[in-house]
């Protein structure tokens, strides 16, 4: 199954985007496919075995290390 390295994001950035909230310990999104998503700041999983549109253009908080991530394909 793919892993990729999420895109770290300024927060003036992400204004406007829906953001998900991540919590240290567990993935903020899990399950649904096969692709999983790293921090791009400290590697901490983020959203595990997820489908492709589940991770399309979100912006995720990292709770270990606090940084936004957006998904890699998503470029602007
Ligand atoms: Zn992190």
Redesign the pocket.
């Known amino acids: 199954m793919p892993q990729y390295d999420m895109m770290l994001l300024d927060p003036e950035d992400a204004e406007g985007a829906d953001i998900i909230r991540h919590e240290a310990g567990k993935p903020a999104r899990e399950g649904g496919g096969d692709e999983t998503y790293r921090?791009g700041?400290?590697?901490?999983k983020l959203l595990v075995n997820v489908a492709h549109h589940d991770a399309h253009g979100v912006v995720v908080k990292?709770g270990?290390?606090?940084?936004l991530?957006i998904e890699p394909h998503h470029h602007r």
């Open positions: 921090c700041g400290c590697k901490t990292c270990k290390c606090g940084r991530n």
